[in-house]
């Protein structure tokens, strides 16, 4: 299990990184979250090539924080999005391959 940076890149308002799951994958955020800024949504979506993302988990404004840290359990092989309407700083995974 090593751990893999994740790089995001700003699209318009959004930051956004992908990668392909390897199986259960753990998350670790930190963001440039600001409560009084209310744009601290995070969004987590999931693919197969060839068809629209859908989402697969959702934090709202105000439930997601700078620093989060979560778990995911999309079968291997499929597209893994995350999108944050704030900045993020620092990504990284652990995928359990």
């Known amino acids: ?4 940076k994740l790089n995001f890149t700003q699209e318009g308002s959004k930051y956004k990184a992908s990668f ?3 199986g259960t994958t753990v ?8 409560a009084e800024n209310n744009i601290g949504q995070l969004t987590v979506y999931a693919y197969i090539d060839g068809m629209n993302p859908v989402p697969v988990r959702n ?4 439930e997601a924080s700078r620093n989060m840290i ?7 092989g499929v597209t893994v999005e995350i ?3 704030c900045e993020v700083i620092n990504a990284y995974i652990v995928s359990g391959e």
């Open 27 to 34: 998350v670790q955020l930190e963001r440039e979250y600001k």
């Open 83 to 85: 999108v944050s309407l």
């Open 70 to 76: 979560f778990q995911i359990d999309i079968p291997s």
């Open 20 to 22: 392909v799951s390897a």
């Open 1 to 4: 299990m090593a751990n893999q």
């Open 59 to 62: 934090w709202t404004s105000y």
